[in-house]
């Protein structure tokens, strides 16, 4: 049944409405305060401008600079302590060099501390200070870039911040609380294009062909948000709404940006219309890295992306990566001004940019193309946070973060995805019109300032008039995920409905744990007779209730649209009477009902056939979505099923359920290249090749060799694909193919195209053959834990690649810094499902060096240990279910 907008916002209302009555459940935290406001730093001082000189060497990679900050000194003092890190101080001077300071670094703090013979009194100072810092080779603070060209290899200087690396291009107080002004000059040699986050305001032509670039000043703002890179650039440029919008890319690649600025144009009026304060820089460039960091990041005015995530060429892209062009350059849009404008106070408050921008950007999406179906299409956002949400390790939206390494791995599923998922029920339940207005009034209040996330909510319940505070906050400071159990009930030609709440865990019993705290919601759910044409019914359940439900027997669907934040477990005659009913469905609702029918296997309250019973009925022209929710789990029982007897059965059950619809679609069937069907059957593809169908394997090699004799012979839309699976089937030959392909192109998708498909390959002798190239400089950096875990995952070789990692994990760490030791490390463990490794990864000690690697880890372990929880019981169950068919 499809709902109508009236319909939503009834249900929405009504949800939130009674969460009021579980603010007892969460302490709503107070609105910003400066000296409230968590941080490592002292807050006796406070920057107020900075002036900076920076003159990069590319060569010997050392960043020598001067700086003048000015500063406000808030009570007298004799020492000063902000953050540095890598950084050595010639001279370190106040007030025009009346007083020098003696300094104190402590690399653990990444702190460094001057000392006056005498306090400095309160009021204005300006410091003065003389440091040379470092250029890195991995993506924290200004790193360099090497690319290739067709003259040869170049190099770009770059920097990525976020959160905590201004302070190892600059001394500065490094936390978001502590916003200043900057003004940066730079000099570099005459023929590169220097990008910062303002203006050029004047260039100065100096001896031994360099140059000084000064920029405009900044408005105030966080430090993590400067943004400095430079290199052999070229820039095209449009003006929307008094803005001149940049595209900067290196020499003979702007072009292939055009419509990224077409993006950005649209973008920009729109947002301005919706926040109500329009964009305030007068310029922003979106500039398009070719390695260095895998994603993007939101500096005001001069926003970084990896190169594939920007560049568009008809020549080596499907048209469909205009879909993620498009959503990351509206994501890091929004931050402009969530999270740059306004900015979150501390870490805690991350979510406030993150959870924003992921809603923005489809909320973006589906306001310019909607025929892309973003919300239905990107269901699995939600999915995964509910997945992580129903865990041990699980955290609220809000998480007390203690320091820098803590702050990095915040950025996960829960700050992202069900923050996401929060804002699009907010605004349900509000009214469109009034959180626009509530949005509105926020970054009004707030501009160039720091926020909590009580001062949203301020700000929306005096739009709204509605206590959205304590309805909120729920949400955000409480963890877990809702389960509402339901089943039904005839009574003569009667049906009634039985609900009742719990807390749905994937938690598997281990010897000395508690059990998982109760959690107290009230829960609004929208209840309906599958394919009425009616609204669907509100029902407010605090414990448990029941409803009348139609006539006996009739299908009665929980959790219409799949907009709520909960699960649904259904009794014997619910879920069988919803069975009969899927095609009725829609397809938000098939996607819910499978989804909830798998998370209730992997929460022990299901048994694995029961979810394969339900696939069952799925027919060969049902929906991409609903068929990438099915892959989804077929391709988990494939990687869970490595090395058991199970297996073969196993993939040959998923190929007889795939190979009919990529039968019915055809490797030349219709499709624009920018549609669902086009997608569907590039993942089908990737994923029959995986399961070693030998039909779509040997015609993947055919289309592969056509390719290599006229690359126009194979569509764009199935490259990725079809190089995907030959890689995996490689021999020698193919192999040193793939690298050649890779190695000669100084395009970037198309380089990372090949280089994964070669580490692929499940040849041992191939695989360590990548593992060896990872150490070498011929891989980019951006790259080089990808390409481990591809050997890994697609390769099918976790364990080559752990004692790779252990015998050569010093020179690893060296080049890819301290994020591999504190995240990559333990995300790659979790290609294991066994006891054994997980000991392993907890007794491997770099892991524990920092709070934050400690808190991946422990999702890690977990994440092994639920792996190995659903594989003792799932596979054994479904190796029978499968016999028993024949």
């Known amino acids: 049944m499809k709902l109508t907008e009236a319909s939503l916002a009834r249900y929405f ?71 540095a890190v890598g950084t050595t101080f010639a001279s370190v001077t106040v007030d025009d060099g009346i007083e020098r300071a003696d300094v104190t670094l402590d690399a653990a703090a990444e702190t460094a501390t001057f000392t006056f013979a005498r306090p400095l009194a309160a009021g204005a100072h300006r410091l003065r200070i003389e440091f040379t810092a470092r250029i890195n080779k991995f993506d924290r603070g200004f790193f360099f870039v090497d690319y290739p060209t067709g003259s040869g290899m170049k190099r770009l200087l770059t920097s990525k911040l976020e959160p905590a690396d201004a302070r190892r291009i600059f001394p500065c107080w490094d936390e978001p609380a502590f916003k200043a002004s900057f003004a940066l000059a730079v000099t570099v040699p005459r023929h590169f294009l220097a990008v910062g986050n303002m203006p050029v305001t004047r260039e100065e032509m100096l001896e031994s062909n360099l140059k000084r670039v000064a920029f405009a000043p900044t408005p105030k703002m966080s430090t993590y948000l400067f943004v400095l890179t430079v290199g052999e650039l070229e820039r095209i440029t449009a003006e929307a709404e008094g803005v001149t919008i940049g595209v900067v890319a290196t020499t003979g690649k702007a072009a292939k940006g055009q419509f990224a600025l077409d993006s950005a144009v649209k973008l920009l009026a729109w947002f301005n219309d919706y926040f109500g304060v329009k964009y305030p820089l007068p310029k922003l460039d979106l500039i398009a890295v070719p390695g260095g960091f895998g994603g993007a990041m939101e500096n005001w005015g001069g926003i970084t992306f990896f190169e594939s995530r920007l560049l568009f060429d008809p020549a080596t892209n499907p048209d469909s990566a205009r879909r993620g062009i498009f959503s990351i350059i509206a994501h890091e849009m929004a931050h402009q001004w969530f999270g740059d404008l306004v900015t979150m106070a501390w870490w805690d408050n991350l979510w406030l940019n993150e959870g924003f921008a992921t809603w923005m950007a489809t909320k973006a999406a589906e306001q310019f193309y909607p025929q892309w179906q973003s919300w239905l299409n990107g269901y699995g956002q939600k999915q995964f946070a509910m997945a992580l949400d129903a865990r041990r390790t699980t955290h609220p939206i809000q998480q007390p973060i203690a320091n ?68 909120a906050a729920s949400f955000t400071e409480q963890d877990g995920v809702p389960l509402i159990s339901a089943e039904t009930a005839c009574n003569g030609d009667a049906q009634r409905l039985m609900m009742r709440q719990g807390r749905f865990v994937i938690a598997p019993a281990r010897t000395g744990e508690a059990a998982l705290p109760s959690r107290n919601w009230q829960v609004p759910i929208a209840v309906g007779p599958v394919g009425a044409t009616r609204s669907p019914d509100v029902v407010l359940l605090q414990g448990s209730t029941e409803i009348p439900a139609g006539s006996c027997g009739e299908a009665i669907k929980v959790n219409f649209g799949d907009i709520g934040y909960f699960r649904v477990e259904y009794g ?58 099915v892959i989804g789990v ?71 060799a056509g390719f290599l004799r006229d690359p126009q012979s194979l569509p764009g839309a199935l490259r990725d694909s079809v190089t995907h699976v030959v890689g995996i089937a490689a021999d020698r030959a193919t192999y040193d193919t793939l690298l050649m392909l890779a190695r000669k192109s100084t395009v970037t998708n198309e380089r990372l195209r090949y280089y994964f498909a070669a580490a692929g390959a499940r040849d041992a002798a191939l695989a360590n053959a990548t593992l060896a190239l990872a150490l070498t400089d011929e891989v980019p950096g951006t790259i080089v834990t990808g390409l481990i875990n591809s050997v890994a995952s697609s390769g099918e070789q976790p364990d080559l690649v752990w004692d790779f990692l252990q015998k050569n994990y010093d020179a690893l760490f060296a080049k890819q810094g301290p994020q591999f030791r504190d995240q990559f490390i333990a995300n790659f463990m979790t290609n294991f499902s066994d006891d054994g490794h997980a000991a392993e990864l907890a007794a491997f000690a770099p892991v524990q060096a920092t709070s934050g690697g400690r808190v991946m880890a422990a999702r890690a372990q977990e994440t092994i240990a639920i792996a190995a929880d659903l594989k003792g019981r799932a596979l054994p169950a479904i190796d029978a279910w499968i016999k028993a068919r024949k």
Do not use: C
């Open 13 to 83: 209302a009504a949800m939130l409405a009674l969460m009021l009555v579980i603010s007892s459940a969460a302490r709503a935290e107070p609105v910003f305060s400066f000296n409230g406001t968590p941080g490592k730093l002292p807050k006796t001082v406070v920057p107020i401008s900075y002036s900076i000189e920076l003159r990069p060497d590319a060569e010997s990679l050392a960043l020598p600079g001067v700086e003048v900050i000015d500063i406000e000194v808030r009570e007298p003092t004799a020492r000063l302590t902000l953050n």
């Open 572 to 629: 014997q005659a619910s879920r069988a009477a919803l069975a009969k009913s899927l095609p009725q469905m829609s397809p938000a609702d098939r996607v819910n009902f499978l989804a909830d029918s798998w998370a209730m296997v992997q929460g022990r309250r299901a048994e694995p056939p029961s979810y394969l019973e339900l696939a069952e009925a799925i027919g060969v022209d049902d929906r991409r979505a609903v068929w990438d929710q």
């Open 634 to 704: 077929f391709s988990s029982l494939n990687r869970l099923s490595r090395g058991r007897a199970e297996r073969p059965a196993v993939q040959r059950y998923i190929r007889t359920r795939l190979r009919p619809v990529l039968d019915r679609l055809g490797w030349d069937g219709g499709g624009s290249g920018d549609d669902d069907t086009t997608l569907l059957r590039g993942s089908l593809i990737w994923t029959l090749g995986e399961l070693g169908d030998e039909e779509v394997i040997a015609e993947a090699r055919r289309r592969f």
């Open 404 to 471: 820098e390494s803590e702050a990095m791995v915040a950025f996960d599923a829960i700050t992202y995805n069900k923050g996401q998922a929060l804002i699009r029920m907010l605004e349900n339940y509000l009214g469109e019109a009034a959180f626009r207005d509530g949005i509105r009034a926020y970054m009004a209040a707030h501009a160039y300032g720091n926020t909590t996330t009580a001062d949203l909510w301020r700000a929306l319940e005096r739009v709204g008039h509605k206590p959205v505070t304590d309805i």
